[in-house]
C-alpha cells in the first residue's frame, strides 16, 4: 500500500528534537514512529496504551491545592508593598526550614 496521505500537526520544538533524538536512536524517523502508533492504534481500537493522568508528590499536590484556594477566595495570598519586602520574607522562610 502506497503512502499517499499527509498529515501536519505542530508541536514544540523541544519535543520534536527529543523525539527524533529517542526514534533516530532506535533507527526510525519520527514519521514512522507516528505510522506505528497509528497501525496500534487501529489494532487496539484506541490508545495502545492507558492514558492516565500525571502523578505528582506531595508538595506539589498542595502547591497545586493552594493555587486553587487562593484562585477560589478561600485563602488570601500574600501581598508585599515591595520587592525589597518580598525577598526579605523568603529569606525568613529559608532560614525558618
Known sequence: MAKTANISLRIE?????????VFSRL???????INVFLHASIME???PFQPRQP???H???QAM??????MNGKVNAKRYK?????????????SDA
Open 13 to 21: 520544538p523541544e519535543i520534536k528534537k527529543q523525539s527524533e533524538q
Open 27 to 33: 533507527g526510525i524517523s519520527v514519521t514512522d514512529a
Open 45 to 47: 481500537g484506541g490508545f
Open 55 to 57: 502523578r505528582y508528590n
Open 59 to 61: 508538595e506539589t499536590l
Open 65 to 70: 491545592q493552594e493555587a486553587k484556594d487562593i
Open 82 to 94: 515591595s520587592l525589597n519586602a518580598l525577598i526579605e520574607d523568603i529569606d525568613a522562610e529559608e
